[in-house]
C-alpha cells in the first residue's frame, strides 16, 4: 500500500486549507485601499483569473503524471536550466513561507502578544511546521480534513455581523471603474495564493483528470466566496470611513461582540485562525521541502525539514520595522504573481510547444 | 534432529542451533532411542537436571510383573485425574493389557507419542507421561490441575447492564468464554509460544470470514519475530509488536470483558489471548473503540449516544481544561464576562505563585493520591482519598497556597479523565495534559492551538496495524460516525466499520420486519 497518494476528494482540503490563511484578516483593508468599496469585485475578479492558473497547473501536470513541477521542469528546460528554475521555485515557495510567517507574526504581536519577542512566535509556529512536514501527503491531506470544520466556526463568527449590518454602505456599486477593480484585483489574487500547491500535491493525487481539475476549481471557488463574504460583510459593517483606520477589520469587527460567556470574541477568532495560517504554512513548506529534497536529491525530505524549518524562521525575523515588513510582502508578492500565476502557463505553453509528454506509469 | 524441537515458529534455523548447542550430549542427528525404560527416563529427565518436583510413579502390573513408569511435574498436575484416568484403569484390566486395549482404555485424552523431543514440552504443559516396556513410543495425557478463580466482573470495567463476566488467568477458560458467544465455526484459534525460557502461549483468535487476512498476516508475522528469554506479560507483548511504541496512546485495546472482546471479533478484529493473564489485547483498534463500553449497547439509543458525547466531551476537558484555565488567567482574561473577571481576581489576589505552579501542584497532588489508592486495600484506600481529596483540598486553600477556582477545575479534570472506560487511555489523557499546560503558560491560546495541532496531527498519522488511528475522522468515513460520536439503534448498524477493512461488510441486522409504519 503506498501511503503517499492523497484521494481527489482530499485534495479539496489541501487546496482550500493551503489558499485560506493570513490573508483573512487584512484582505479588506488591502483592498479598499485600492478600489474602495468595490473591492470585493476585484477579489471576484482575480477568483476568475486564478482559475486559469489552475487550469494551467492542470494541463501541465496532466502532461507529467504523478510528477512534481520539480521533476517537470528539467524535462521542459532541458538538463541544466531545469536545475536553475528548481532552485527558483524552490526559493520562491520560500520565501512564501516565509511571507507567511512575517505577517502571522505581525497579526500576533499586535493583537495577542505584544510584548513577546517576535522570534519565540515566529519559531513556535516553525518548529509546528517541521513536525507537519516531516510526514506524508496523505497524513496532511488527512489533518487539513480534520481542521477544516473550524473554517465553519469562522464562518459563523463572521455571520453574527449581520446583526449589525447596513447594506447602504456597499452603494452605489463600480463607482470606482472597472481599470480600479482590475488594479485591485492584483492583490487579491495573491490573497488566493495557494492553488499554486497543486503543482507538486496533484502528484500524489488519485482520480481521473477532469476530476482533478474539478476538485481544484472547486476549491478556489469556495475560498474565492468565502473571502469575498467576508469582505463584502465588513464593507457594510464599517462605514467607508471608518474602514480606512482599521487595518484589520474582521478582528475589530468581532472586537465589538461579546456574548454572556465569551467577552472578547476576537481572541477566539484569533486562535482559530492561527490554525488557518498553520496550515497554509505547512502546505508551502511541504512543497519547498520537495524542491528541497529535489535539488539535494535526497531519499527522503524528512532530513531537510528541521534545517528548511530554521532557516525558514531566520530569514523571517529579519524585517525589523513595519516598512521592511511592507516592502518584504510586496516583492514577495510580486514573485508570486510571475511565478505562481504567470509562468504556468508560459511553462504549459512550453511544453506544448516543445511536445514533450509523459504517459502515466501505472505503479503497483 | 535435535531434543528441543518444537513446532513453533518463532525460533528461526540458526537460532535452533544456538539453543541446541547448550545440551550437546541430547544434540545428535542420529538418535538411538534408548533399549531399557530406565535409560528412556534418564534421557527424557535429562534436561530438568534435578528438579525434585519432576516424579517418576513406578506401577508394577500384577498379572505380568511389567513395569509401567508414570513421569510428571508434580506441582502443575492434578493428581486426582491421574488417579482415575490412568491409575484405575490400569489396576482393573491389568490382567489382560497389551497396547490396543492399553490406547483404548486409559483417558480420552491419550495420545501415542513417538516423537521424544517433545517429551520435555509435553511435560511443561502439565501432561503425564506413560512409558510402557516398548522404547520405541511412550504415551501422553494430559492432566492440568485446575485451580482457576470465578470469572468474576473485572473491577476496572464494571458496567450496569451486560454481562457480568470476566477473563481469568486461565487461556483455555478465556478462549471457552469466547467461544461461548460466538458460537461460530468460522471462529479460528491459533496459538503461539513466545519466549525461549517461559513458554508463554498466546492465542490468536478471529473471525475467519470477517478479519482481513493482511491484518492476520501481519500480526502473525509480528508476534512470530519476538525473540526473548522472558515474555511475562502482555505489556511485553504490547511493547512488542505494537507500531509505535513512543507514541503516548494506546495502539491496542486491552480489556477484561469477554463480551467486549467478542463484540469486536464480530466487526473483524482479532484478539490475543495470554495464558496467565485476564487481560485480552485487541486489534487493530482505532480511537474511538477505547471510548465504547459494553453499556451503551444495553441502554436505549439516545440515552447511549448521550453517554458517547459525554465521554469525547471528557476527553477535552481532561485535556485542556486546566491549559484553558491558566491561559485565561495569565494572558487573556479579556476573554471572559467582566462579572467572573472580579471573582477570578479576588479569588487569585493573595496566591503567591504563578498560575502554572498552582496547577502542576494540584495536578501532582491528585496523582499521588491516586496512585497511593491503587496500591491499597479498599478499605484505606477511601481514607487516603478522604484524607487526600477533603483535607488536602480544603486547607490548600485556607492556607492560601492555591485558588478555589484552581481547585474545582483540577477537580472537573481528574473526574473527566477517569471517565474513559479503557485504564491506557485515561493514562494518556492524564499525562498529555501536563504539556498543554506548560504551552498554556507560555503562550497563552496560541499554545494550546498549536499543542493541539500537533497532538491531533499525532493521531491522523498513527496507525495500529496499518489502519488509521484516527478513523473515522480522519480519513473520514461518514457512515462509520454511527458508531463513535452516536451510538445508533442495532437496527441501523448495518455495516461493520469500514476502517478495519473487513472482508463482509454488511451486518445484516435485519429487525423491525414486522413494523410495516417505518
Known sequence: MNKHTITYRQLFFVIVQTQIGVGILSLPFSLFTIAKIDGWMSLLLAGIFVQFSILAIWKLCERFPQQTIFDILPKIMGGKLGVVFNFLYTLHFLFITVLILILYNNIVSKWIFFQTPGWVIIFTLAMVGVYFISSTPRELARFFMLVTPLLLVLFFFILYAYTDVHFLYILPMGETGFLTILKGSKDAVISLLGFDAALVFLAYTNGTSTKKLKVISFASLCVTLFYCFIIFTTYIFFNPMEIVIVPEPVLYMLKAFSFKIIERTDLIFL?????????????????????????????????????????????????????????????????????????????LLLAAIRNKKEKEVISS | MTFFKKPKKLIKENDQNKVSDTSCELESNVYEPPQTIEDLLKKVREPFSSTEDLRTHWVELASDKRKIALLFIDSIVDKQIIQQQILNPLF?????????????????????????????????????????????????????????????????????????????ENISSNVALIRKRLKSPKLLVKYFKLGKETHTVVAMIYVENLANPSHVKEVEKRLTSIEADAVMTPGNVEESIEDKPFSPFPQMLSTERPDRVAANLMEGRIALVYDSSPTVNVVPVDFFVFYQSPDDYNTRWILGSFFRFIRLFSFFIAISLPSFYIAIVSFHFEVIPSALVLLMKSSLENIPYPPLFEAMLMELTIELIREASVRLHTKIGSTIAIVGGLVIGDSIVKAGLVSNLMIIVVAVTAIAAYIVPSNEMSGAIRLLRFPLMLAAATLGFLGIVFCFMILFFHLCRLYSFGTPYFAPIAPFHFSDLKDTFFRMPFWKMNTRPKNIRPIKESQDNQTRKWDTDE
Not at chain 2, 490382567?95 to 486409559?106: P, R
Not at chain 2, 501432561?127 to 516396556?133: H, M, Q, R, S
Not at chain 2, 501422553?140 to 470476566?166: C, M, Q
Request: glycine share 4%; hydrophobic share 40%; proline share 4%.
Open chain 1, 271 to 347: 486562535s482559530l485562525w492561527v490554525v488557518s495560517v498553520a496550515t497554509s504554512f505547512i502546505g508551502y513548506l511541504f512543497v519547498t521541502v520537495k524542491g528541497v529534497q529535489k535539488i539535494l536529491s535526497l531519499k527522503h525530505h524528512k532530513k531537510a525539514a528541521p534545517y528548511l524549518g530554521i532557516v525558514v524562521g531566520i530569514i523571517a525575523t529579519i524585517p525589523s520595522s513595519k516598512l521592511e515588513t511592507l516592502m518584504w510582502s510586496k516583492y514577495i508578492g510580486m514573485t508570486s504573481l510571475i511565478l505562481s500565476v504567470f509562468s504556468p502557463i508560459l511553462l
Open chain 2, 92 to 168: 482393573e484390566m491389568s490382567k489382560e493389557i497389551d497396547t490396543i486395549s492399553f490406547e483404548k482404555v486409559i483417558s480420552l485424552d491419550l495420545k501415542k507419542q513417538t516423537d521424544f523431543t517433545k517429551s520435555q514440552e509435553l511435560l511443561l504443559l502439565s501432561n503425564t507421561l506413560i512409558f510402557t516396556d516398548d522404547p520405541s513410543c511412550y504415551y501422553s495425557v494430559v492432566t492440568p490441575e485446575k485451580v482457576d478463580r470465578d470469572f468474576t466482573e473485572p473491577e476496572n470495567e464494571k458496567v450496569i447492564r451486560g454481562s457480568h463476566e470476566g477473563f481469568i
